[in-house]
């Protein structure tokens, strides 16, 4: 379940623009929804140094600089836009913890994603992919708690029966460590006993010595004088 989701590029296409559309947008965005990431590039470049208060551009600018492959860069541009006043921070910050995540820096992306949901705690995407950066993480139980707030969101998510299927192999696994850890803890346990044992034994055996029960043999001293 590490997979990510493209729902970012959804969710930045449906955002409304509160501000007037040039040229370089119009046709940057046009290009951007018809996944022409070389074409767009330029015209988004363009639009945001027409525009840098559009808290929009910086999501599709930085999502055409992930389709690229430079992900330094598309950080950079949606952190950028964070310092934008509006109402896309949850996004922003979401796109910012998928490329931490496909960089495979997993405690990055959980943070993204913990920003993303305290902005907007009704974002199922990044509760989704923040469990799969904690499955990574081996933050097991935060796992479980993210792919269960996720079917909350999307019930009817066709990926439910995967996900479920992760929760049971998950609790199985936890079951298996507690069992394990128990028998361990039984172990030691048993073998402290026995030390503790053959030690009240040892101390059973041992006579106790007093200056009464030490026999001191003296043999006379042969001394030669001579005159």
Same mark, same amino acid.
Do not use: C, W
């Given at each position: 379940?590490?997979?990510?989701?493209?729902?970012?590029?959804?969710?930045?296409?449906?955002?409304?623009?509160?501000?007037?559309?040039?040229?370089?947008?119009?046709?940057? %965005? !046009?290009?951007?929804?018809?996944?022409?990431?070389?074409? $767009?590039?330029?015209?988004? =470049? +363009? @639009?945001? /140094?027409?525009?840098?208060?559009?808290?929009?551009?910086?999501?599709?600018?930085?999502?055409?600089?992930?389709?690229?492959?430079?992900?330094?860069?598309?950080?950079?541009?949606?952190?950028?836009?964070?310092?934008?006043?509006?109402?896309?921070?949850?996004?922003?910050?979401?796109?910012?913890?998928?490329?931490?995540?496909?960089?495979?820096?997993?405690?990055?992306?959980?943070?993204?994603?913990?920003?993303?949901?305290?902005?907007?705690?009704?974002?199922? %995407? !990044?509760?989704?992919?923040?469990?799969?950066?904690?499955? $990574?993480?081996?933050?097991? =139980? +935060? @796992?479980? /708690?993210?792919?269960?707030?996720?079917?909350?969101?999307?019930?009817?998510?066709?990926?439910?029966?995967?996900?479920?299927?992760?929760?049971?192999?998950?609790?199985?696994?936890?079951?298996?460590?507690?069992?394990?850890?128990?028998?361990?803890?039984?172990?030691?346990?048993?073998?402290?006993?026995?030390?503790?044992?053959?030690?009240?034994?040892?101390?059973?055996?041992?006579?106790?010595?007093?200056?009464?029960?030490?026999?001191?043999?003296?043999?006379?001293?042969?001394?030669?004088?001579?005159?």
């Amino acid at each position: 379940m590490k997979r990510l989701l493209p729902a970012a590029f959804i969710l930045a296409l449906s955002a409304a623009l509160a501000f007037p559309a040039s040229a370089f947008f119009e046709k940057g %965005e !046009a290009a951007f929804a018809a996944n022409r990431p070389q074409e $767009a590039r330029p015209l988004l =470049e +363009g @639009a945001l /140094a027409e525009d840098p208060a559009n808290e929009t551009l910086y999501l599709y600018l930085g999502i055409v600089y992930q389709q690229l492959g430079d992900r330094e860069k598309a950080i950079a541009t949606f952190k950028r836009g964070l310092a934008v006043p509006g109402t896309q921070k949850d996004l922003l910050y979401y796109n910012i913890g998928n490329n931490f995540f496909s960089r495979g820096e997993h405690t990055a992306a959980e943070e993204m994603y913990t920003s993303a949901l305290a902005v907007n705690a009704r974002l199922p %995407e !990044a509760s989704l992919n923040r469990a799969n950066a904690r499955l $990574a993480l081996k933050s097991y =139980e +935060g @796992a479980i /708690a993210d792919y269960t707030l996720f079917l909350q969101l999307r019930p009817q998510d066709p990926q439910r029966p995967r996900i479920e299927e992760v929760i049971r192999l998950i609790r199985l696994s936890l079951d298996d460590e507690a069992t394990k850890r128990a028998d361990e803890l039984a172990r030691q346990a048993a073998l402290m006993n026995e030390v503790m044992n053959a030690l009240n034994n040892a101390g059973e055996g041992a006579k106790n010595l007093s200056v009464e029960s030490i026999q001191v043999k003296q043999d006379p001293l042969d001394v030669d004088i001579k005159d």
